[in-house]
Structure formats: C-alpha cells, structure tokens
C-alpha cells in the first residue's frame, strides 16, 4: 500500500512537471514573457540611425510609419540624391483594400516620416508623387508612388520627428469622460490643413452616435463577407515564431487588451476565424466606440486619386504624431470606407460614404479614413516591423 501510495505520488508529480512543462513551453513560443522583444522590434529602437546610413538615413524612420494592418507595402529604391518609394503591391489586403486606397494611405504616411527625418538629419525633401487613378484589383508588380529628392540643408527637429518612435495604435479602452480639448484639437487641426484634405473632428455626442452606429454596421458587413475576413485574417501573427517569421501584421500585444486576457489569449488555442470577427465586433463596438470621446473624419475630394490618397496618409501621419505629442492615443476605424470599397468591387450601390458626408456636412468630398482620439487608459504595444535591409529595392 505505501509504495502504491509512492507510485501515485510521483505519478502526480510528473505528470505535474509535464504539465507545468507544457504550459512554460507554450508561454515561451507565445512571448508571453517577451512580447516587443527581438528581432521583429529593433527598428523601433534603431530609429535614428547613423550618418554613415547617408541617403538612407531618413528611411529608418519611413519604415515606422502608419499602416493597414502592419502590412508594410513599401519597398524604396535608392539613387545619388533622391529616393523612389514604391508601392509593394504583392503586400495588399485583397477584398478588404480592393483598390490598394488603404495602401496608398500607408505609402503616405511613410513619406510623411521620410521627410521629417531627412529635415532632422540636415535635407530637405522634395516630394514628387506618382500620380494616376488607383484601378481595382491592379497585379503585384512593384509601382513608383513618389520620388523624394534630397538637396543639404541646415538640420531642424520638431516635436513630430521626436514622437515618430512613440507613435503607435492604441486600441484599448480610452477614458471618455475625458476630453480632448479644444486647443489641443485647435493644434492637430493646423497640422492637418491644406487644400488637398479636410479633417472634421466629431465632438457632438449625438453626431459620435451616429458615425459610430455606422462604424459598427461596417463592421458587421465586413464579418458576414467571408472574402474580407478571410484576406483580413491572413495578416493576423498569433506567436513568438508567426512574428519573428514574418515581422508584420497584426499581433495578441497589440489588441488592446488588459495585461493579464493578453497573456490569456497567448496561452489559450488560437481562435477560429468566427470568434475572432465576433470579438472583433464587440471590441469595436464595447471598448473602442463606448470609450471614445471623439471621433474624426478625413476626407478629400477622390478617394481613389493616388495623389490624394497619398496626401491623406500624410495628413493623419502628422496627425497621429501630432497627437502623441500631446499625448493622446488614436486608432483608425475605417471600416465604412472599406465598405464603400468593396460595394464598388462588386457592383453595389454605397450608403456609408454618402451617410458620412452628410453627417459631417462636406459636400463635394469624399471620406477616405476613419479614426477616434482620446486619452489612452494604459499604453500602447509596439507593431513587429521589417528592418530597412528588407524593404531596399536593388
């Protein structure tokens, strides 16, 4: 009986050990310990880079810039005194960006970068852009969007080339009963101003009612649209080794959830495509909008003019940094545009865009991104990024 008794409680204490095994292995290939380590995360750091870089200096800081889903659609062609940015069109979201606009949007913003730093670090960057329509569906060939040409100047840092590592997208819940601010907004709205791009920030409870109604009817279309979810999902990177594989998409750490559901998920079996689009939906419509204290609107006069495109990425870039000079957190919440998007795939009549210009009285305009600001109730994690040494065309 007493060695009976033995066996059963070594039996117990391995299977203990295996199981504590078990759980100690998956937390480790999941980076529950680690997550923002490694490989996938050093541009953050090496942001600045060093003068022996030359040319390339400035691009250090172009590779941090805003995205779709962390795809990263940019590759860059060096010259003697300019830069060619290209459009790395094998990187799109499918049915979800069916005419590459969110992937210009990305483009833009990485210009926007690029020419802050190379101010920073003593040139002056004259931006060039390709021009053209964006077509539905266009093949995977790499394209020119902008030459940046690059004469000496004397350098000049501002306080949005020191928020471009400090920038990052926060989904988590923000405090609504916190206020942006009207000079804060006063500010973002002059760094957004020109002629090519409107900004409309909606304050009014009501009004955020309503654009955030239509946010979450977009996104309930999206997810009963297996092909969008489908080409959404490919970018999801769920683990250690998913991230250091790839380093790009959308990650656990950056969910917006809690410390402690965000080493649950990690542990957890991943979710299936289903309840990932319905927790998807209910943070949308539970955390992000429930908690937003402002949401805002970027429109231009053709949502599928390349230039335009590319000038909208450069408006919410300044934007984002802007904002977190000032320490707000922002998120975008595009899903009514990629809605229209997809309606003009297909052949369907669009009731978002039409509803958002009516809502934010801009005729003549049309909305291309969709976002919300506020004060963060906890940081935001760090995206996996490709090193400059990946995205150098020869």
């Not at 501002?158 to 920038?167: E, G, K, Q, T």
């Not at 000038?311 to 975008?332: C, K, M």
Request: proline share 6%.
């Amino acid at each position: 009986m007493l060695t009976h008794r033995r066996a059963l409680v070594l039996g117990g204490g391995g299977a203990a050990a295996l199981l504590l095994a078990g759980v100690g292995y998956r937390a480790w290939d999941r980076g529950v310990w680690s997550p923002d380590k490694g490989k996938a995360y050093s541009p953050w750091s090496d942001w600045e880079g060093h003068t022996a870089d030359g040319i390339k200096r400035p691009l250090r800081a172009a590779i941090l810039a805003s995205n779709p889903h962390d795809t990263q659609p940019w590759l860059f062609g060096i010259g003697d005194s300019a830069i060619t940015v290209f459009a790395d069109r094998a990187r799109n979201l499918g049915a979800f960006d069916p005419f590459r606009r969110e992937m210009h949007l990305g483009l833009g913003a990485a210009v926007e970068n690029l020419v802050l730093a190379a101010r920073a670090f003593g040139l002056v960057a004259d931006v060039e852009p390709a021009g053209g329509a964006l077509v539905l569906s266009p093949n995977d060939t790499p394209v020119a969007a902008a030459k940046v040409t690059l004469t000496p100047t004397p350098p000049f840092r501002n306080a949005l080339f020191d928020a471009i590592p400090n920038r990052h997208t926060n989904r988590g819940p923000y405090r609504a009963d916190q206020s942006v601010g009207s000079e804060r907004l006063g500010r973002l709205a002059d760094l957004t101003a020109n002629d090519a791009v409107r900004v409309v920030f909606v304050e009014d409870a009501h009004a955020r009612g309503e654009l955030a109604a239509l946010i979450v009817e977009a996104t309930e279309r999206i997810i009963s649209d297996s092909q969008m979810s489908a080409d959404s999902a490919r970018w999801f990177r769920m683990g250690r080794r998913d991230i250091e594989a790839h380093h790009d998409g959308v990650t656990i750490d950056t969910a917006g959830l809690s410390p402690l559901m965000t080493a649950t998920a990690k542990l957890l079996p991943d979710m299936d495509a289903k309840s990932a689009d319905r927790y998807w939906l209910s943070m949308t419509r539970d955390t992000q909008l429930a908690s937003a204290p402002l949401l805002g609107v970027i429109l231009v006069r053709d949502r599928l003019d390349m230039n335009l495109a590319m000038e909208a990425g450069r408006a919410w870039q300044r934007l984002h940094l802007g904002a977190t000079a000032e320490g707000l957190a922002a998120q975008p919440l595009n899903q009514p545009v990629e809605c229209t998007d997809r309606s003009a795939m297909v052949g369907k009549n669009d009731s978002f865009g039409r509803a958002i210009v009516k809502l934010v009285a801009t005729p003549g305009w049309e909305p291309t991104f969709v976002f919300r600001l506020g004060v963060a109730e906890r940081p935001a994690s760090q995206s996996p990024q490709r090193a400059l040494s990946e995205v150098l065309r020869s």
